[in-house]
């Protein structure tokens, strides 16, 4: 077993792995956080994006033992770091149809926060290159492409 110190959502967070669990069991089943969703379990479908030192990570492929010292973001952060309910990047979901049953949300909501940290105005073809990996059985997409693009004029990159 393997102890991992590392930054959970701003906290420093400690906790006892078995050097072949994946990121995604660690947040979801040791920790608890269970925002982030398993779908495909491949790398296929982006559900379980989260941010490892800033770049999008699929957590069901990502050695937990791996993020050592490093700084995680999943969705719980988005909100909790504000104190005040969403982020305007999940609110311009909502808005904007970009959740429909919100099993793909998670991951594209982190998806974007990378993209938006990167790109503060991205074009629609950005944005579809940024979710390429992210899959979505309901919304045809576009409500998710008008959701980023919302928050990204309104907030001068969304996440803030
Ligand atoms: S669950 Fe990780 S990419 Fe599908
Ligand atoms: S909202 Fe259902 S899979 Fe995307």
Do not use: W
């Not at 790398?43 to 990502?62: F, H, I, K, P, W």
């Not at 970009?98 to 991951?107: D, K, N, S, Y």
């Amino acid at each position: 077993m393997n102890r991992v110190t590392f930054t959970l959502n701003g906290r420093s967070t400690v906790a006892v792995v078995d050097p072949h669990k994946r990121l995604i069991d660690l947040l979801r089943d040791t920790l608890g956080e269970t925002g982030t969703k398993e779908g495909c379990g491949e790398g296929e479908c982006g559900a379980c994006t989260v941010l490892v030192d800033g770049r999008a990570v699929n957590s069901c492929l990502y050695p937990a033992p791996e993020v050592e010292g490093r700084e995680v973001l999943t969705i719980e952060g988005l909100a909790d770091s504000r104190g005040k309910g969403l982020s305007p990047l999940q609110q311009a979901f909502l808005d904007n149809g970009g959740t429909q049953c919100g099993f793909c949300t998670p991951g594209m909501v982190m998806a974007a926060v990378d993209l938006l940290r990167r790109n503060e105005h991205p074009t629609r073809a950005d944005i579809q290159t940024a979710l390429t990996g992210n899959l979505c059985r309901c919304t045809g997409y576009v409500q998710i492409f008008e959701s980023i693009e919302a928050a990204a004029s309104a907030t001068n990159g969304g996440e803030s």
